[in-house]
């Protein structure tokens, strides 16, 4: 299986499998949303051709797209090749189909409002009730909008707040700017 594994930025530490056609960028439309203002809506593409090769294509963005700190339009990409979209290093690696159907569960809910659903995925009780254990059961209890009321203050949240964001990324809640 073909991944692109993030080293750093917004969601470091996921990885997400590469499609016949993947799209990287802000845009909720994208299958990889990246919260950058550095990249742009629809920021690259990744494409799986039929030969098997992988090919990444800038998607004419403002800031440019990296294959190991070279500007690129168009480029095959190799094992261990590093790709720079804003401030995101995704790795374009090969894994075992065994390793990537592991049960384990990382959730990182990074890619648009809290209120909003990005991922849905059934679990069992089990796992149900350690994630609730350790996040606990809070969420914005109304669709109509975000939570409001003290935000969660994870590093996202800090971020929301030194950027002037309306609201946490992490919990939906109003985020106060840092004057307050």
């Known amino acids: 299986m073909k991944v692109l594994y993030v080293k750093s930025?917004?969601?470091e530490g996921n990885a997400y499998g590469i499609g016949p056609r993947t799209l990287i960028g802000r845009s909720p439309e994208c299958d990889i949303q990246v919260i950058?203002?550095?990249a742009s809506r629809k920021h690259a593409a990744v494409l799986e051709l039929d030969d098997g090769s992988v090919l990444v294509r800038d998607l004419a963005s403002?800031?440019?797209t990296y294959l190991s700190d070279e500007p690129i339009k168009e480029a095959l990409l190799s094992p261990g090749d590093q790709l720079a979209i804003g401030a995101s290093i995704f790795e374009f690696r090969e894994v075992d189909d065994q390793l990537a159907a592991s049960e384990d569960i990382d959730i990182k809910l990074l890619t648009g409002s809290a209120r909003e659903v990005t991922v849905a995925a059934r679990i069992s009780?089990?796992?149900q009730a350690k994630l609730e254990a350790m996040f606990g059961k809070n969420r914005p209890s109304s669709?109509?909008?975000p939570a409001s009321g003290p935000c969660c203050g994870s590093p996202l949240a800090?971020?929301?707040r030194a950027e002037g964001w309306p609201h946490c990324p992490s919990c939906g809640a109003k985020v106060s700017s840092p004057d307050t």
């Open 9 to 11: 930025g917004p969601l």
């Open 36 to 38: 950058d203002r550095e």
């Open 62 to 64: 403002q800031n440019g």
């Open 125 to 127: 009780p089990e796992a």
């Open 143 to 145: 669709p109509a909008g």
């Open 158 to 160: 800090e971020r929301a």
